[in-house]
C-alpha cells in the first residue's frame, strides 16, 4: 500500500497540470485565434459601445421593442444580502423559477401574464412561450409565433404599418438546422437591432 | 408530439449505435496497451509521467491494490480541489473577485466532483474563480470519469481472463485513459462548441449597456474547456448556475445534439469494449440491446408527458406543451430526451429545468436514476452497474432450472452474488433513508421550493441524483444548507465507493476462476431471451423498491394536477 502513495501524488499532480492547467490556457489561446467573437462571448458593440451578447437575452419593457420571455432570475437584495430580489435577464446568476406542475405560484404567474397580454392583442391565440419563463432566465429567443403577437402594439409604438414589421420578423427567424433540429425561433435582440436599423432610416 | 420530434430521437439512437464499433474498437486497444495513432504525440507524455510518478508499466496489481490506488488517489483529488476551492481569494485567475468558498460548501462540492457526481450546491459564475473551475473542476471531471472507466475495464478483466491473480495497473489505465482517449476527444469538442458560440476567455465579466440603456453584467470564463469534459465524462457539473440550459453552456441546437450524444458515446462503447474482451461481441451488443429498451421507453413517457402540457397551462388555452423552464431554441422534444438522456447516464447536466418538467415527465429522470443509472450510465459506472444486475439475473435464471449459473465462461457463485446484492441494495438505504430523515426535519422541509407533493418529491430527486452520482436537481430545493451539504455529500460518497467495492471484489473473484466452454446446459447470453430476462430482473427489483417512494411524489401530484388542484 505504501508504495502506491508516491504514484498517488505524482500521477495526481502530473494530470492536474495537464488537464486542469495546460489543456484550459491552451485551449483558450487556440481557441481565441480562431474563433475569438465567439470566445469572448459573442459582444455586440453599436457606436463602439458593448450593448450585450447575441446568445444572451435581454430585458425589453418597452412598447417600441419585442420582448422577450418572462426571466426568473435573481440578484442579491442591496438592503439585505442573505435575501434575493427578483432582477430579470441578470446574466451573472443564470436561473429557472423551479416552480412545479401544481404550483399555486406559477398557476397565479401565468394566468396574470395570459390576461395581460389578451388585452394587448385579442386577435390572437397567446403563445406558451410569452408566459412561462425560460431554463436559463437568458434565452434569448422567442418562438416566430410570440414574435407576431407582439407585431401590432410595436407597429403602434412606432407608427410603422404592421406589415413592415411583419417582414422584419420573417426576415430574422431561424428554421430548424437542415429542417430537422431544434425549433424555429427569433432573436428578441437582433430583432430589435433591426427594428432600430429600420425605423431610422 | 410530432413527426419531426420523433426522427430526431431516432437520428439520435441510431448515432450512438454507430459510434459504439468504432470508439468500442479505439478503447479496446488503448486499454490493452497497444499502439495508437496518437502515440507518436502521447508516448513522450506518458512515459515521462510513469517515470516521476515511479510506475512500472509492466507490472499488474491484484484488485484490492488496484482498489487501494484508486483511493488513495482520490484522496489526493479531494485535497486539490477543497484547498483551491478555500483559498480562491488569494489564488490567480480570479478576475471577478470571488471570495473563500464555505467549508461545508467546500466539501459538498469536493465530494461532489469526486465521485462524478457534480451536484450544484455552488451557483458556478456567482461563486467560483477560474482556477477553482479549471484546476479544481475540470482537472477532477478528467480523473473522475477516467477513473469510472478503468474500473469498469477492471471488471470486464475479470470476466476475460481465466485463472489470473492481477486485474491491471490503475495507474497505467487511469494515464492513458486520460491521455489517449479523454484528452484528444476534448480538444476537438472544445473547438467545436467554441465555434458553435460558447466563451473560452481568462477576461472578466463584460459589462454591456442594453438596448434600453439598463447596464447587464455578463458572466464569461474559460467554459468550453470544461463543458466538453463534463459532456464527454458524464460528470454534469456546470459552469453556470444553469448548466447546459445557459447559452453560453449550449448555445445551439447543433451543439445541444453533439453534447447528448457525447453523454452516451463512451458509456455505449463500453458495452462494445466488453464484447472484444470476452471474446464475443455478441455479449456487448446484448447489454447495449437492455439499456436500448429501456432507454426507449423512458423517452416515450417523457416526451408524451411534456408535449401533453400541465393543466394550469391547458386550463388558459395555452397549447404548444410545458414550456415553462425550457428553453425555445431546444423546445419540448429537445428538453424530455436530454433530461433521459442525462438521468440514465450519470450525467446529470440539464438543458430544462427538471423541476418543473410535468410529474410525469420529472418522474422518468427519477426513476431512471433509481434504477442505478445502468442504461448506458455513467462512463464505466453504468457498464459495472448494470453486469451487476446481469450477476443477478443470471443468478434467478440459474435458480429456475436448478443449475450453477454461468456467464462468459464464468461460474457466478455465492460470493459474486453477495456482492451484487450489496451493490444494489446500499442505494435505497441512502436515498430512501435520508429522505425519510428530511422530510420530518422542519429546518430540511423548509429548503423546499414548492408546496404538496412536489416538495416532497424535491428532497427524494436530491438524494436520489446524489446516491446515484447524477448531480441533477429539482433545483427549487435550496441544497446549500449544513444539513443537505452533509447528508448529500455522504449519499454521493456512498453511492459511488460502495457500489466499485464490490464490483471490484467480484472482478477479483471473477478473475481467478477458470474458464469453462458453454454446454448444452448454458443459457444463451446474446438472444432476445437474456435480453428480456435482464430487463425484467431491474424492473422487478427496481419497481418493489422504489415504488412506495413515487407513489408519495409523483404519482399523486400527477392525479392531483389532473383534478386541477394546485398548492
Known sequence: MLKEIRPAIFVLLALAFITGLI???????????????????????????????????????????????????????PNDATKTVPAPYNAANSSGSNLGPTSKALADRVKQDVDKLRAENAAQAVPVDLVTSSASGLDPDISPAAALFQVPRIAKARGVPEDRVRALVAKNTDGRLIGLLGEPRVNVLALNLALDASTAR | MTLIGWIQILLYCAIIVALAKPLGWYMTGVFNGERTFLSPVLRPVEVAVYRISGVDERHEQHWLTYTIAMLLFHVGGFLVIYGVMRLQAVLPFNPAGQSAVAEDLS??????????????????????????????????????????????????????????????????????????ILLPLCILMTLFLVWQGIPQTLGPYVKATTLEGATQTIAVGPVASQVAIKMLGTNGGGFFNANAAHPFENPT?????????????????????????????????????????????????????????????????????????????????????????????????????????????????????????????????????????????????????????????????????????????????????????????PSAVASMANAGPHGFTEVLYAFTSATANNGSAF?????????????????????????????????????????????????????????????????????????????????????????????
Open chain 2, 253 to 441: 441546437a447543433l451543439s445541444n445534439v453533439v453534447q447528448m450524444i457525447s453523454v452516451f458515446a463512451l458509456g455505449a462503447a463500453l458495452t462494445n469494449v466488453f464484447g472484444r474482451m470476452v471474446g464475443n461481441p455478441r455479449q456487448g451488443w446484448a447489454i447495449l440491446a437492455v439499456m436500448g429498451v429501456l432507454f426507449i421507453a423512458g423517452v416515450s413517457i417523457a416526451y408524451w408527458a411534456e408535449a401533453s402540457g400541465t393543466s394550469t397551462l391547458n386550463a388558459l388555452g395555452l397549447t404548444g406543451g410545458n414550456m415553462e423552464g425550457k428553453e425555445v431554441r431546444f423546445g419540448i422534444v429537445a428538453s424530455a430526451l436530454f433530461a433521459v438522456i442525462t438521468t440514465a447516464a450519470s450525467c446529470g447536466a440539464v438543458n430544462a429545468m427538471h423541476d418543473s418538467f410535468t410529474a410525469l415527465g420529472g418522474m422518468i429522470p427519477l426513476i431512471n436514476m433509481q434504477l442505478g443509472e445502468i442504461i448506458i450510465g455513467g462512463v464505466g459506472a453504468g457498464l459495472y452497474g448494470m453486469l451487476l444486475f446481469v450477476v443477478l439475473a443470471i443468478f434467478v435464471a440459474g435458480l429456475m432450472v436448478g443449475r450453477t449459473p454461468e456467464y462468459v465462461g464464468k461460474k457466478i457463485e455465492a460470493r459474486e452474488v453477495k456482492m451484487a446484492m450489496l451493490a444494489i441494495l446500499v442505494l435505497p438505504l441512502m436515498y430512501l433513508g435520508w429522505t425519510a430523515v428530511a422530510v420530518v426535519l
Open chain 2, 475 to 567: 433545483a427549487g430545493l435550496t441544497g446549500n444548507t449544513f444539513f443537505y451539504n452533509l447528508t448529500l455529500a455522504s449519499s454521493m460518497f456512498v453511492g459511488r465507493f460502495f457500489m466499485i467495492i464490490p464490483a471490484m471484489a467480484i472482478a477479483g473473484s471473477l478473475a481467478e476462476k477458470k474458464s469453462i466452454p458453454p454446454s448444452a446446459g448454458t443459457l444463451p447470453t446474446t438472444g432476445g431471451l437474456f435480453v428480456g430476462l435482464v430487463v425484467g430482473v431491474i424492473l422487478i427489483i427496481g419497481g418493489l423498491t422504489f415504488f412506495p417512494a413515487l407513489a408519495l411524489g409523483p404519482i399523486v401530484e400527477h392525479l392531483a394536477m389532473t383534478a386541477g388542484t394546485v398548492f
Open chain 1, 23 to 77: 489543456y484550459p490556457l491552451a485551449m483558450t489561446v487556440v481557441a481565441g485565434t480562431i474563433f475569438p467573437a465567439q470566445a469572448e462571448g459573442s459582444l455586440i458593440t453599436r457606436d463602439g459601445k458593448v450593448i450585450g451578447s447575441a446568445l444572451i437575452g435581454q430585458e425589453f419593457k418597452d412598447d417600441k421593442y419585442f420582448h422577450g420571455r418572462p426571466s426568473a432570475t435573481t440578484a442579491a437584495d
Open chain 2, 107 to 180: 466539501f459538498n462540492t469536493a465530494i461532489s466532483f469526486l465521485t462524478n457526481t457534480n451536484w450544484q450546491n455552488y451557483g458556478g459564475e456567482s461563486t467560483l474563480s477560474y482556477l477553482v473551475q479549471m484546476l479544481g473542476l475540470t482537472h477532477q471531471n478528467f480523473l473522475s470519469a477516467a477513473t469510472g472507466i478503468v474500473l469498469a475495464i477492471a471488471l470486464i478483466r475479470g470476466f476475460s481472463r481465466a485463472s489470473a491473480r492481477t486485474v491491471g495497473n490503475f495507474w497505467v489505465d487511469v494515464v492513458r485513459c486520460t491521455l489517449y
